[in-house]
C-alpha cells in the first residue's frame, strides 16, 4: 500500500517552515519504503494548507514521482471559504491571523488545480460538492477517487455523485476516511451504503472494495 505522510500549515508565511519539516519527515520514512510499501504525501485540505504550501508540496511531489492524497470538496464550509471568504473557516482563519482567500473566488477543485495539484498521481478524497465543470476538470487531470460515503454524509450532509464518476471512467476506490469521521472503521458498510448511492450490483460493489480500491491506488 501508500502510506501518505500529512501536511498542515494554512498561514502562507509558515509555508516553508512546513514543506522543509515535512520533507524531512519523509527522509526518515524512507526506511520503511519496500517491495509493498510505498510513501506518498498529503497537503491535508484546502482549509488546512495555504495556497503556497499547496504548490511546494506539488512541485516536490512531481520531481519525486510521490503519489498525493487530498481531502476536497468535503463540506459547505470548505466551499464557502473559497468561494466567498465566508463561513465558520473563514472565520476560524480570520481569529488566528490567517489572510482570506482573494475575491473573486474558486471552487475548492478549481483552486487546487491553479496550485498544480491534480494529476494522475492524485487521489482526491470524498469529491462531494462538486459541479459538472468541477468533474471536467477532475477528468481531464486524470484524478483517482476515494469515496467515503459514511464520512461524506456526516461532513457534507449529501452524498458524492459516485454514480457519474463511474460512468464517466473515474478510478474510484472505496474508502472510509479515519476515527475522526467514523467510528468503527468497517469496510462493509461503507460499501453498502456506496452500493444504494451508485445503484450497484454485488459484482461493481465487491470492485469498488478490492481492485478498484488497487486501481485508484496505482498498485
Not at 95 to 101: D, E, H, S, V
Not at 113 to 122: G, K
Not at 202 to 219: E, I, K, M, P, S
Request: glycine share 8%; hydrophobic share 45%; proline share 6%.
Amino acid at each position: 500500500g501508500i502510506a501518505y505522510h500529512e501536511v498542515f500549515g494554512p498561514h502562507p508565511d509558515h509555508a516553508t517552515l512546513a514543506f522543509e519539516a515535512a520533507r524531512q519527515r519523509l527522509a526518515e520514512l524512507e526506511r520503511f519504503v519496500g517491495p509493498r510499501v510505498r510513501l506518498g504525501i498529503s497537503p491535508h485540505a484546502p482549509y488546512s494548507v495555504s495556497g503556497p504550501l499547496y504548490a511546494t508540496v506539488a512541485a516536490f511531489a512531481a520531481e519525486r514521482n510521490l503519489p498525493v492524497a487530498v481531502h476536497l470538496a468535503e463540506s459547505e464550509e470548505e466551499t464557502l471559504l473559497l468561494e466567498r471568504a465566508a463561513g465558520s473557516f473563514a472565520r476560524a482563519w480570520e481569529a488566528r491571523g490567517i489572510p482570506l482567500p482573494s475575491l473573486p473566488g474558486r471552487s475548492p477543485v478549481t483552486w487546487l488545480d491553479q496550485h498544480r495539484v491534480l494529476t494522475d498521481r492524485t487521489l482526491c478524497i470524498h469529491t462531494v460538492r462538486v459541479s459538472q465543470r468541477d468533474l471536467d476538470t477532475l477528468a481531464r487531470r486524470r484524478v483517482a477517487i476515494a469515496h467515503c460515503p459514511r464520512s461524506n454524509r456526516r461532513h457534507a450532509r449529501r452524498a458524492a455523485p459516485l454514480g457519474e464518476m463511474l460512468r464517466r471512467g473515474f478510478r474510484v476506490g472505496l474508502g472510509t476516511d479515519s476515527v475522526a469521521s467514523v467510528s468503527p472503521l468497517d469496510l462493509l458498510a461503507e460499501a453498502r451504503e456506496a452500493r444504494a448511492i451508485g445503484g450497484l450490483d454485488a459484482d461493481a460493489t465487491l470492485r469498488l472494495a478490492t481492485l478498484d480500491g488497487a486501481r485508484a491506488l496505482g498498485v
